[in-house]
């Protein structure tokens, strides 16, 4: 199934959708994790002009070098378990939302095609082979990072967390293999990362398992679980987004999220 949130007139603080194969979506009443049930209306996906972030997580974790050649291509070494960061829930951001160049780090702020899972119930000391149980679905993201403040700060979270700097959506789709994923980042059009989640180091049923050993994964939970090769820092000269830019994270099965790049103003 396929779960879209969004907001309209009637629905000014959201509303969730069930989107149907032929482009319909069935309004539902209540939350993400509730029985679907259909609230009586319909529309059209391209009626939609206000697209919300898939749900209000509360934390959203996210795993760093994840995938043997993005490692390689920055020049670290592969972690010897997974390497966890925290993005704030302040920077998430929506479909077709646009992603602000911070003035307070304008000059090096990266692009980063994610594949998220949503932990669909409380996790904790989740075994490997029931991991996948515990989560509810899977959406596009965009791990945005300004990367002189990476270095300059010898840890993540700021560089990661600017307002706007975690893009999700445009829905969850659930009953999907995360095991073998095509994810691509598009910049302007042009592909600049492009590899398959069979690639990752440690893959989602890992990482679910793992994180749940030292933290309550509660229900909403957002997790980015790395990025592919092709990053702009590694480029050479490097390919850092700047306003007027358009990035589009496609990821077989689910679908594109797309986010013009805009100044702070």
Known sequence: MKFVRFSTGRYPSGVYGLVEDNG?????????????????????????????????????????????????????????????FIKLTTSLA????????????????????ELVAIIGRTAKDVPVERALDYVFGYTCGHDVSARDCQRSDGQWARAKSFDTFAPAGPWVVTGLDPNDLRIRMRVNGETVQDQSTRDMVFNVAYLVSYLSRSTTLLPGTMLFTGTPCGVGMARTPPLFLKPGDLCEVDIEGIGVLRNPVAAEQ
Do not use: S
């Open 94 to 113: 929506a479909h077709e939302a646009p992603i602000v160049i911070p003035a307070a780090a304008p000059a090096q702020v990266d692009y980063e095609a």
């Open 24 to 84: 319909t979506v069935r309004v539902l009443r209540g939350g993400l994790f509730e029985p679907p049930e259909p609230a009586g209306e319909t529309l059209r996906v391209e009626d939609i002009t206000q697209y919300l972030p898939p749900c209000d997580p509360p934390n959203i974790l996210a795993v760093g070098r994840n995938y043997v050649e993005h490692a390689a291509e920055t020049a670290d070494e592969l972690p010897k378990a997974p390497l966890l």
